[in-house]
Nanobody, 124 residues
Framework: QVQLVQSGGGLVQAGASLRLSCAAS????????MAWFRQAPGKEREFVAA????????SYVDSVKGRFTISRDNAKNTVYLQMNSLKPEDTAVYYC?????????????????WGQGTQVTVSS
């Protein structure tokens, strides 16, 4: 089972960019589908993006399509979330998540391993 350690995040102005990273321990990272979720104050955790174990498939919530890009480097056991054109409504704690999944992408409810979370704050 992998452990997930996040980095990146911070305080930026609207329109800026940030990149989040999530490094996984262990030798089975390429067996996992990876995802990013976020939780804003007073709201439920929300799916943001996911990527298949090979990187061949990705999925995004509509509100970030065209602005965010999820990618992975299996040689570095790391998944990334590049966030461009950030908006105040993107402010949240962002979590990376993992699920062993052979083909395609799992349901967003399947992810069962979580990073520690990192704060992203976008000022207007």
């Amino acid at each position: 089972q992998v452990q997930l350690v996040q980095s990146g995040g911070g305080l930026v102005q609207a329109g800026a960019s940030l990149r989040l990273s999530c490094a996984a321990s262990g030798r089975t990272f390429s067996s996992y589908s990876m995802a990013w979720f976020r939780q804003a104050p007073g709201k439920e955790r929300e799916f943001v993006a996911a990527i298949a174990r090979s990187g061949s498939s990705t999925s995004y919530v509509d509100s970030v399509k065209g602005r965010f890009t999820i990618s992975r480097d299996n040689a570095k056991n790391t998944v990334y979330l590049q966030m461009n054109s950030l908006k105040p409504e993107d402010t949240a704690v962002y979590y990376c998540a993992a699920k062993i999944w052979i083909s395609g992408l799992p349901s967003v409810h399947e992810y069962d391993l979580w990073g520690q979370g990192t704060q992203v704050t976008v000022s207007s």
